[in-house]
């Protein structure tokens, strides 16, 4: 049986691939592109951004490359975020590392993101984690300027807890499209907290970050045995493997989770693309499950 997946709202992919790590790839601009290429042939047309990423290095490399081959442009669906400041060499007028989600920073915030990915517009501006001094009529007053402007075509954030989404969602027009949270074999709370639920109710796509627990999950064996016990079944029962079965584990989810992936190796960007074929039965739904958890459901 398919599972209802909720578009990100545009024509997006179920699988993004995040560059959160680009800057440790060690990749030349020409290699970026080809790396870019490879991923939008195999289907992978979003990709996952934020303005902090690599010491705010990351959306320039990216840019780099796709200065490289203009073309590629449109077929790319990019999302950015914003709404932290951290101090950095590149960014000498940052003095401490906190949220700022005023007007001015939003604006500014998104001016760098387009100048630094030379493009003209992005797909989706996410508020990469919500603040305890969050105020959401600022919030959307920059919003919706962007988007009359022309600079952003749809919003979401990352990190917000149902209450956090509501009170937003109450200040704007538009929908959020999307919150990014981190959801893993090895990261359950998101699952049990309310947020997926939340995302079903109100057609919001939940975006997982870091969907093998930034790696932790292929060294797993010593960290926590049954769980890669579980895991190795189940991806001997498909001829799967390990990253494979996370993401069709993560995919079986009835609120369309869209998993944002982070690997630089693009045999490995090309294997995940393929989890999608990988249908699990509910009986490996819950052995995954229980083995995470440790104990079996009550
Ligand atoms: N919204 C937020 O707050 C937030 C927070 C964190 C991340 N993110 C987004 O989520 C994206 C993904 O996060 P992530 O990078 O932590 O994701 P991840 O996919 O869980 O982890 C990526 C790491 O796993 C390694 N890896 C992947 N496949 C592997 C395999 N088959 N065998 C061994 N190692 C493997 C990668 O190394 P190789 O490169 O060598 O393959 C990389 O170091 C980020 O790029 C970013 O866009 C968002």
Redesign the pocket.
């Known amino acids: 049986m398919a599972h209802q997946y909720h578009p990100l709202g545009f024509e997006g992919s179920r699988i993004a691939q995040?560059?959160?790590?680009l800057a440790e790839w060690g990749m030349s601009d020409q290699e970026l592109l080809s790396f870019i290429e490879q991923s939008i042939a195999a289907g992978i047309t979003t990709v996952?951004h934020a303005d902090i990423y690599g010491d705010y290095q990351c959306e320039s490399l990216f840019g780099r490359a796709l200065a490289l081959k203009p073309s590629l442009r449109d077929k790319l669906q990019i999302i950015t975020?914003c709404g932290i400041r951290l101090p950095s060499k590149n960014r000498p007028e940052i003095a401490s590392h906190r949220y700022d989600q005023s007007v001015q920073h939003i604006l500014q915030s998104v001016d760098n993101s387009l100048q630094n990915l030379k493009v003209d517009h992005i797909e989706l501006l996410l508020l990469?984690?919500p603040s305890p001094l969050m105020d959401a009529d600022h919030i959307a007053e920059a919003f919706e300027h962007l988007h009359t402007v022309g600079k952003v075509r749809h919003f979401g954030v990352?990190?917000f807890n149902p209450q956090q989404f509501d009170l937003l969602q109450s200040r704007l027009e538009m929908p959020l499209l999307v919150n990014?949270v981190?959801l893993?074999p090895l990261e359950l709370k998101h699952f049990e907290d309310g947020t997926l639920e939340h995302a079903q109710q109100h057609a919001v796509t939940p975006m997982a970050?870091?969907?093998?627990?930034?790696?932790d999950m292929?060294r797993l064996e010593g960290i926590n045995p049954t769980l890669f016990k579980a895991l190795t079944e189940v991806s001997e029962a498909h001829n799967a493997?390990l990253?494979q079965i996370a993401l069709a584990w993560l995919m079986r989810h009835p609120s369309g989770i869209a998993p944002?992936?982070?690997?630089?190796?693009i045999e490995?960007v090309l294997s995940a693309q393929q989890a999608q074929s990988i249908e699990l039965s509910d009986d490996q739904w819950f052995a995954i499950w229980v083995a995470s958890k440790g104990h079996p459901v009550p």
């Open positions: 995040g560059y959160w790590r996952d975020k990469h984690r990352s990190n990014q981190e893993s970050w870091s969907p093998f627990a930034g790696g292929f493997s990253d944002v992936i982070g690997s630089g190796s490995r």
